[in-house]
């Protein structure tokens, strides 16, 4: 298995990027062979993420699995540089499983099949690529190339969505989606360039997040320039991450996004953002991260605060998950800025859990929809007695989204509060109040729209269809495995936790 | 005099073009009229022809021709070999437009030689003088290019209007020279470098020369405000000599500044440091106001000016960071000329070929591409994102080195100013993406018609590209990809042209 390891982090990146080019050569007038063929790839792309997560050696530590070659010499430096931790572990098997389900799901994109499951592969890569790179370039390179496809995504592929009043349309949701994350993304930027520059003042010029590390844990970059820098990251990656006020993107562009898209939208892409924060962030400008971690915890409030009664208030299923990603993207900012090993492992554990949850939400809610045609909560009644696995699973989920204990979802939050409590004691308080409100709208969906009484409208549903049940039941198995028994998903990411600076 | 002509055979592959050039328009006048077609041929094979020789005459030489007029250095050989392979490949993209519409293919295609010649001399240059010339060469050449569709108005207002705004500028860049040479009384560029460095206070007469010289060459490349000219130019053209003009003669004009600023204003490090603002200032004008002028247009060619424009702010803020004891600046410009450049042409040809096929430029015209020309349509998206700045294409490495250099050049903010006028670009991008790949294929695709340009088209369902077009369509697009995803070998050569222009470093 030796080569595997040399190789596994290197494979994981071209699979599916290799995977994107082959299918554009398929033939075009025999669509099922695009996702035949998209399932080999994302089937491999799962292997190989459960073997990376598995054979990661929790005992040891630090980075593994590193690999380097060399990309471009003096006077730039770059190399594609990879290596995996116990942060990037966990999230590494997110994307595998969730890029898996959202591939399967897309069964039923009819139009223009080939060069959907082009675009849906070249997501993938960037994914992966963000997660496994230790180079601010290619972290940068494929953080782009994972937003690049969005736009065709959810203009080709969405659907829009009519609030009587106005029509909120496909095209300017993906338009809205694409620019608010280019415009995050020129803040990380320009934060790269001056993390660049200041070490080639320092003397060696690098894009390397080891040698930048080691400038940092040395002191040499002064307390002013991490101040001053650490915004860009902060808010730059916190767009994608869903960050109040930066948010607004993310329902429209959710609901507009066909289901696959949106789980992986939502289930893993967010997650780069809150990634970003941690891997450059927070390794490379320790001090200035610990200067504006106030404003992000307090950001965090408002998010989950915000999102929570937004989601109340909204009348469609599909946004009402949407906003319910702005309310947990927001537990996840807050643990992030606590600073505290249990709150930050519970931001960690909770992009996991919520990347789950949220894409086993978003594939429910596209399975009613694909049957209903509407997606209005006061219209839909009573579907427990049609799709009665369906329901189940949406039952799941909600309920580890509100935390219940026995779920994923309760283990981190209840390792966001703790970090909280220890901390801003004041805030901490707030975001449990957000957890209730989180109660509030998920028993009110559960109440109404699955268990209430049927409408006679609703004879005709059927159940999820064989594909939407096996992945909805992973992804169940998967929530409640992590519920009852974390302690594999932990250790890991404890590790990865405790060897950031300033914890 | 034995000593200005002894190593005079390096030049063989410039008199080789020459005679390539003048052979053509004499072949030309005995062709039948039926069989004139085999004169972008004969050119494509004799550019090859020129390549091959370049690269084995020159290949790893360093020398200089009458007394320091000419270079032949990496640099040279660099550019040399870029645009005559650039030429031949605009050859093809042009064969069935040329072919179809407009009339003396053979002065087309010789015009077009002589014009490339003019580009490798400006490259080669080092002295204000023999550069002037050979932009001249350029420029006249392309003047005519301009008008060449005689029977269409456009065509002619945009010949008229490309004239005399060049002759204007080509009497202020004439000025300029004439101002530096009085005041110091070099027109070498190493002469000129020394004269600044060792003139303590410089005077008015010699600021107001480097000023003029600045503003003739920002005419030319269509820096703003000496912008005006470009978009009307661009959209009278006939869409082969667009593209030439926004690829290759852009190149060459930058290939002469970047050899006159490395070798002339650079080594006089106290002056230069007074002169990068100015081209800071002029770059970040210039990628605001191409960027945001871009959002307003509806037709294709004029969207191409502005976006052009746009990259010229990325190039001159490339320039502005140039440095005496770094190649970085100097890689960053040629590596991004390199990029844009291809990357243009991918999407030049492109439109070219759809145009072609429909004989239609406007922007709402490509609705519904992807149905209708799945291939094209891949191929302007690809091209645009390019331009944007989005991997795996060359414009993300391009513009991540160059942006990296203007900041470590010291201007961390123009580099943040060029970062957010990308981020404007991309919205102008995707609404061409947005007619391609989201509107409905319009009603009028189906059928075949008689369109105001008096030629029938068959319905488009029946056309697709000729195999020419798809050739350079495939290999621009190759190229594109494997300069964004593996760029090292490119830039290998990039840094030996460097050192040979800012031999400090």
Known sequence: ?503 | MPELTQNIGLLSPEFALAGLALGILAIDLFLPDGKKQVTPWLSAAGLAGIIALSLYMLWGRQETLYGGLLAVDAFSLFFKVFFLGLGILIIFTSMEYVDRRLDNPGEFYGLLLLSILGMNVMAQSRELLTAYIALELLSFCLYVMAAYAKGEPKSNEAGLKYILIGAFSSAILLYGVSMIYSSVGVTRFADISLALGSAGDVSPALWAGLALLVVGLGFKVSAVPFHMWAPDVYEGAPLPVTAYLAIGSKAAAFALILRLVAEGFVPAEDLWSQWQIIFAVLAAVTMLVGNLVALAQTNLKRLMAYSSIGHVGFLLAGIAALAPSSVLASNGVMLYLVGYSITNLLVFAAIIAFFNLTGREEIVDLAGLADRQPFLAACIAIGFFSLGGLPIFAGFAIKFYLFVAVATGGFLWLAGLAIFASLISIYYYLKVIRQMYIEPVPEYVAAGSEREDGIVYEPEQNLSPSFLMLGVLAISMLAVVLAGVYPAPLLDLIEAASQAILPGA
């Open chain 1, 1 to 503: 298995m030796s080569s595997l390891e040399q190789t596994a982090l290197f494979l994981i990146i071209m699979v599916p990027l290799l995977g994107a080019v082959l299918t554009m050569f398929l033939p075009k007038d025999r669509p099922g062979d695009a996702w035949y063929f998209a399932i080999g790839v994302s089937v491999v792309c799962l292997l190989l993420s459960l073997y990376i997560f598995v054979s990661y050696d929790y005992g040891a530590g630090g980075f593994q699995l590193a690999r380097s070659f060399q990309w471009l010499e003096a006077p730039i430096n770059i190399d594609l540089s990879l290596a995996v931790d116990g942060i990037s572990a966990p999230l590494i098997l997110l994307n595998g499983l969730v890029l898996l389900g959202a591939v399967l799901i897309s069964q039923t994109i009819r139009t223009r099949t080939r060069d959907f499951f082009v675009l849906l592969q070249a997501l993938g890569a960037g994914v992966f690529g963000v997660f496994v790179v230790r180079d601010l370039f290619f972290l940068f390179f494929f953080y782009e190339l994972a937003v690049l496809p969005m736009y065709l995504l959810i203009g080709v592929w969405g659907s829009s969505t009519d609030f009587g009043s106005f029509l909120r349309t496909k095209e300017y949701s993906a338009m809205k989606l694409f620019l608010y994350l280019i415009a995050g993304s020129i803040l990380v930027w320009i934060g790269i360039l001056a993390l660049y520059v200041k070490s080639a003042t320092l003397g060696t010029p690098t894009f390397s997040l080891e040698d930048l590390g080691n400038l940092a844990a040395s002191g040499s970059i002064s307390e002013e320039f991490q101040t001053w820098v650490f915004p860009l990251f902060m808010v730059g990656f916190g767009v994608l991450a869903g960050l109040w006020p930066f948010h607004t993107w993310s329902p429209d562009g959710h609901v507009a996004a066909p289901t696959g898209v949106s789980m992986l939208h939502a289930g893993v892409l967010m997650k780069l953002g809150a990634y970003g924060i941690i891997r450059v962030g927070m390794v490379l400008l320790p001090e200035g991260a610990e200067n504006w971690m106030p404003l992000l915890i307090t950001l965090g409030t408002v998010n989950v605060l915000y999102g929570a009664v937004s989601a109340m208030s909204q009348t469609d299923l599909k946004y009402v998950v949407g906003y319910s990603s702005v309310s947990h993207m927001g537990y996840v900012l807050m643990g992030i800025a606590t600073l505290d090993p249990i709150g930050v492992g519970g931001a960690v554990l909770q992009m996991f859990s919520h990347g789950i949850m949220t894409a086993l939400m978003f594939l429910l809610v596209g399975a009613v929809y694909d049957r209903a045609h509407i997606r209005d909560i006061y219209v839909l009644n009573g579907l427990f007695g049609r799709m009665r696995v369906n329901s189940f699973f949406f039952a799941i989920a909600g309920l580890a989204s509100l935390g219940l204990p026995g779920l994923s979802g309760f283990i981190a939050e209840f390792m966001v509060f703790t970090g909280a409590f220890r901390t801003y004691l004041p805030l901490a308080i707030l975001a449990v109040v957000g957890a209730a409100l989180t109660a509030v709208y998920i028993l009110r969906l559960l109440a109404r729209t699955f268990l209430g009484e049927m409408d006679p409208r609703w004879e005709h549903l059927t159940d999820a269809s064989p594909v939407e049940k096996a992945v909805g039941g992973v992804f169940v198995v998967i929530l409640i495995g992590v519920g009852v028994w974390p302690e594999p998903m932990m250790r890991v990411i404890n590790v990865g936790v405790a060897s950031l600076p300033g914890i």
